[in-house]
């Protein structure tokens, strides 16, 4: 107990959020699970105050399907129960997006809050408290006084863990901003302890009344959380919680604009580039996490938990690093607000400018370009959303420009894209050659949208849990009191470990190999063949260095360093808009060329899902069968119910056709599970001395009724 005997202080503050793209019925479990819980239960206790945030997506879904909540939130608000905080509106990382969308992600998340609730924000949550020290430029900029992140950012800097119970001052070139630290322990905490032993700790750990505690965190841990929802609400957690802090019973309960408004910072700290310390672990690669938890173990051990906190690990940049894909997007993304935010200074289009930069805002959302026990990176419906709007920024931006018309290529450093107004093809100049982007630009969907399988340190603890489960049978009863995801892991179906496969080259279209014929011919097995390991032929601009010599819109390509001779690769403009064509010319007589094109709609069986081929044995499956045929002249992938898009490749001559899916074994907060990212599929032309120019023709179309 603080030594006047004074009740606590605490500044309790909940982060609600869902990704852009997320599934309806994900939204609407949250509302029953957490979201009008919570605030029904709040509404009972009118001595509690906090503050909360709630992201632009999630505002954006309620609006439509659940206004009730955001009623209810407004009344909560009106009568101070409830700070709103603001934040980037979509929810990006602050730190990696460019200034303009910094502040423009922040003011619309401002006005949307004026506009709904009546109220000014002065605090602002920063999605995964992802901080760089440049940040308090955007946020003060924003008109934000104060934010908040872990504690752990502050025992990097150096600081006293016992001086963390007061915001301090964080400065930058041109800005300032209060910042509070959040306690580590009470994230742990709440609300998995009871809470007469809840009490106990805060009156336990308190040395003064002056001080205050800060938790935040998310509002998905009060009912979606597995066995959260029993224990917070049936069992009663939250009534007693919220009963002890109306009555203050020990803790009196705050929001963090109170705590701001009763004294400025009297304290100044250089905050270094950090996240919450799990977030900091998973930005890893696979191998250092588990040495440094283990290290870290081993300190804490010794009885040295202090200085095991303070050992800085990843920074949140280094997903881009372990994710090429998530890197591209980033890229992509972000050239494309650079080209929207220097139309905005010349074009009449006002309404398309708008349009165009709330798309951007869109796919700025965090969740796809990241993976721990959170993050979407290995959820294809929410990778294909943000890939979604970019290519709607994609469209809108070329609006900006003049009507489209015909097909046309953009260069830049690592990419060339050809496109029209139906289809946008990207390809890696500066790789393999491979087509990285092959989208639909009406629905809009890319078809290109498959991860490589990397290994993740939780896979030990996976087939770890794979043996026990093995030796002792299914497991008994769960307890009835819910832990922290941060501990056990559970396994969703069996034999998990056996899909724990590891690719040594992107899952991009168009990929190719040439492989000897007697070798083919022995193993009689395409896939075998070529296994899990790096692309065979590196392609690179035609010509590169040199004027390009043809009028034609297309992007011409030539193997390197291949001693049997430099293979020509086209990519070029079909018979109309919705169609293009990849061209080979030069492959040696005695050899086969196999291009490999990872491909998806998304899921691997579903109605409306369908792959089909055809030619000397028509094929009828599921996408994620496994299969092979030869003597294929065309496949077709096709989804007529939800994506309702379909992609034709036309091979010229007749192909072999071998393909299986590309799964993974994924984290979440329930437990390890099999992920469908997309097929495989395998392309083999026989050369011969006859053989003219290899051509795979490729359609995209709409299909299905209109939504």
């Known amino acids: 107990m603080p030594l006047d005997g004074a009740p606590v202080r605490l500044a309790f503050a909940l982060h609600n959020h869902q990704p852009v793209g997320n599934f309806d019925s994900v939204f609407a479990e949250a509302v029953e699970r957490a979201y009008r819980p919570f605030l029904d239960a709040l509404a009972r206790h009118p001595g509690v105050r906090l503050s909360m945030h709630w992201s632009g997506p999630l505002f954006e879904w309620l609006e439509k399907h659940e206004p009730s909540i955001l009623d209810a939130l407004g009344t909560l608000c009106s009568r101070g129960q409830v700070e709103l905080l603001s934040g980037g509106y979509y929810e990006p990382i602050l730190a990696v997006i460019p200034p303009w969308d910094q502040q423009g992600q922040i003011e619309r998340m401002n006005g949307y809050l004026k506009a709904r609730f009546g109220v000014t924000a002065r605090g602002a949550w920063i999605a995964e408290r992802v901080w760089e020290p440049d940040l308090p430029d955007a946020l003060s900029r924003a008109g934000i006084e104060y934010t908040l992140v872990d504690d752990h950012h502050f025992l990097l800097a150096g600081a006293d863990s016992g001086t963390l119970r007061e915001p301090y001052w964080v400065e930058s070139t041109m800005g300032r901003v209060g910042v509070f630290p959040i306690e580590r322990e009470l994230r742990y905490r709440i609300p998995f302890q009871p809470v007469p032993e809840l009490l106990d700790f805060l009156r336990g750990t308190s ?61 100044s700290i250089a905050l270094p580039a950090a996240s919450y310390p799990e977030m900091m672990l998973w930005a890893l690669p696979a191998g250092e996490q588990v040495r440094i938890e283990s290290e870290q173990r081993w300190l804490e ?98 609006e900006l420009q003049g009507p489209a018309s015909g097909w046309i290529v953009e260069r830049g450093e690592e990419e060339h894209r050809l496109k029209s107004p139906r289809v946008a093809v990207g390809v890696a100049v500066n790789a393999s050659g491979a087509i990285v982007e092959l989208a639909e630009r009406r629905r809009p969907h890319d078809f290109a949208c498959v991860i490589a399988r990397q290994r993740e340190a939780y896979h030990a603890r996976v087939e770890e849990a794979a043996r026990r489960a093995g030796a002792q049978g299914e497991g008994s009863a769960t307890a009835h009191k819910p832990e922290t995801i941060h501990g056990s892991i559970q396994l969703k179906e069996p034999g998990l470990e056996r899909l724990l496969q590891y690719d040594e080259r992107p899952r991009y279209a168009s990929q190719e190999w040439l492989l000897p014929a007697p070798e083919v011919a022995a193993s009689g097995s395409l896939r075998a063949l070529i296994g899990l390991g790096p692309v065979g032929l590196t392609f690179a601009p035609a010509g590169a260095g040199e004027p390009i010599a043809h009028a034609d819109p297309l992007i011409a390509l030539a193997s390197m360093g291949d001693p049997r001779g430099t293979i020509e690769k086209q990519i070029a403009p079909g018979r109309d808009e919705a169609e ?80 299986s899916p590309v799964e993974t074994v994924s984290l979440s907060e329930s437990g390890a599970e099999r992920v469908y990212q997309g097929t495989a599929f395998l392309v083999g032309f026989r050369s011969g001395a006859k053989t003219g120019p290899i051509r795979i023709r490729a359609r995209v179309e709409e299909v299905g009724a209109a939504p």
């Open 580 to 659: 293009f064509e990849v061209r080979f010319a030069g492959v040696p007589g005695d050899a086969w060329l196999v291009s490999e094109w990872n491909l998806s709609i998304l899921t691997g069986a579903a109605p409306g899902r369908r792959l089909s081929l055809e030619g000397k044995a028509p094929v009828a499956c599921s996408p994620g069968s496994t299969g092979e045929a030869d003597s294929v002249t065309s496949m077709r992938l096709e989804d007529s119910e939800y994506l309702r898009v379909a992609l034709t490749l036309q091979f010229e001559p007749a192909a072999r056709v071998e393909w």
């Open 301 to 398: 051990a010794q009885g040295k938990a202090d200085l095991a906190r303070r050992i800085a690990t990843g920074n949140w940049r280094e997903f881009f690093a372990r994710y090429p894909e998530s890197r591209r997007l980033h890229r992509r993304v972000t050239e494309l607000s650079a080209k929207i935010e220097h139309a905005s200074r010349s074009c009449l289009g006002r309404t398309q400018y708008e349009e165009a930069r709330r798309e951007v805002h869109r796919a700025q959302c965090n969740c796809s370009y990241w993976h721990g026990v959170f993050g979407g990176f290995y959820l294809p419906h929410l990778r294909a959303a943000v890939r979604g709007h970019m290519l709607r920024a994609d469209a809108l931006a070329d």
């Open 207 to 267: 040395r003064a009344a002056a001080g205050v505690r800060v938790f935040g965190d998310d509002g998905e841990k009060f009912g979606i959380w597995p066995r959260t929802h029993d224990w917070v609400y049936r069992d009663g957690w939250l009534e007693s919680w919220l009963g002890a802090l109306e009555e203050r019973r020990a803790v009196e309960a705050m929001p963090l604009g109170d705590v701001w408004d009763a004294g400025l910072p009297a304290r």
